[in-house]
């Protein structure tokens, strides 16, 4: 490259008091050459994070605010993007630990693959035992299916990746982020990039730190998010329907439905119908105990025999429970 892009790193925050300073820290140790910039749209916290906000602001020149009141993600994407002319566009999270290389990665990945937005790996690290068991279904093909951003791969064109390194030009092609779009909002906008013509590329090489959830409540809720929102994507556009995104409902089906044979069976006396009924449940307990003894380490090996369907029937529940959303 003959000059280095304007780079602006956009970041929605809300309730990141314990978060933010950290993650804003590892933005400001970018080893990129170019400009840099840190825009962190601000939603209405129930904590100290507009205070740490407004601090990160006063000491650092190359640190924006601008306000979010309605708190979403997109909304505050929007915001944040609005208010920079820079031409790459970096989106990170509040609590995302970045590494140095990052920002530099991106830019250079963008230039020779020629995408409007490249992307790596969601790179789970668990802190207390339950964290790492959430974090090594989150990285095994059983937990969450073959997406490179998940489980890694070799660089190519990809349907989605974690965050992104955006080229302005494409943002600006498809409007921005659907501020409709509570949560999946990062698939749907790469949906709308690849069908104006755009190239989503994953590169193994950009790698972002992230918490899982720490408790089973917290897990469970993030998933049956993740399954209504994903339901509301495949409404808006039925061609991204695929095996990998009804695997989850089906198998919630197939099980429901077999506890409800196997009762069936025992109230009716019929040893055939409870049999029928045991079929899906055993087919399923026995992936979930091979997997976990396959993917887990020690007492992470029992804790996944919890967090595999806690994943699977919070998502598969989610997607079939969704309601269209507009």
């Given amino acids: 490259m003959s000059s280095l892009p304007n780079v602006a790193i956009v970041m929605p925050v809300l309730n990141e ?18 400009p840099i910039s840190i825009v ?14 407004d601090q990160l602001v006063a ?32 989106r990170v999270d509040g609590h995302a630990l970045v590494p140095p290389d990052y920002v530099r990665r991106g830019v250079e990945t963008l230039h020779g693959s020629g995408a409007d937005n490249v992307g790596g790996i969601m790179d789970a690290e668990g802190v207390t035992p339950f964290q790492q068991a959430v974090a090594a279904a989150m990285t095994s093909r059983f937990g969450v299916g073959g997406a490179a951003f998940h489980v890694g791969g070799a660089a190519g064109a990809a349907l989605t990746v974690y965050l992104g390194c955006f080229k302005r030009s494409a943002l600006d092609r498809v409007g921005g982020y659907d501020e409709t779009m509570i949560r999946a909002q990062d698939w749907e906008m790469n949906y709308r990039i690849r069908a ?36 509301e994507v495949a409404r808006r556009y039925p061609d991204t329907i695929s095996v990998r995104y009804l695997a989850a409902p089906i198998m919630v089906l197939a099980v429901v439905i077999g506890i409800v044979l196997v009762i069936a069976g025992l109230i009716a006396g019929s040893s055939m119908l409870s049999l029928m009924g045991l079929i899906p449940v055993a087919l399923y307990g026995a992936g979930v105990l091979v997997a976990s003894v396959i993917t887990g380490r020690g007492f992470t090996k029992l804790l996944l025999l919890l967090v595999f369907p806690i994943m699977h029937f919070s998502w598969g529940t989610g997607f079939l429970l969704g309601r269209a959303r507009s």
Avoid: C
């Fill in 17 to 34: 008091e314990r978060h933010i300073a950290q993650a804003v820290d590892r933005l400001l140790q970018q080893d990129y050459q170019g």
């Fill in 40 to 53: 962190i749209a601000v939603g209405p916290s129930h904590d100290r994070t507009s205070d740490v906000v």
């Fill in 59 to 90: 000491q650092h020149p190359n640190v924006l605010r601008v306000e979010n009141p309605s708190g979403r993600t997109p909304t505050g994407l929007n915001a944040a993007i609005a208010a920079t002319p820079a031409e790459v566009i970096v």
């Fill in 196 to 231: 104006t013509g755009g190239q989503v590329w994953f590169t193994p090489e950009m790698r972002v730190k992230y918490r899982p959830r720490p408790t089973p409540s917290a897990l469970a809720k993030q998933y049956f998010g993740y399954g209504t929102w994903r339901r």
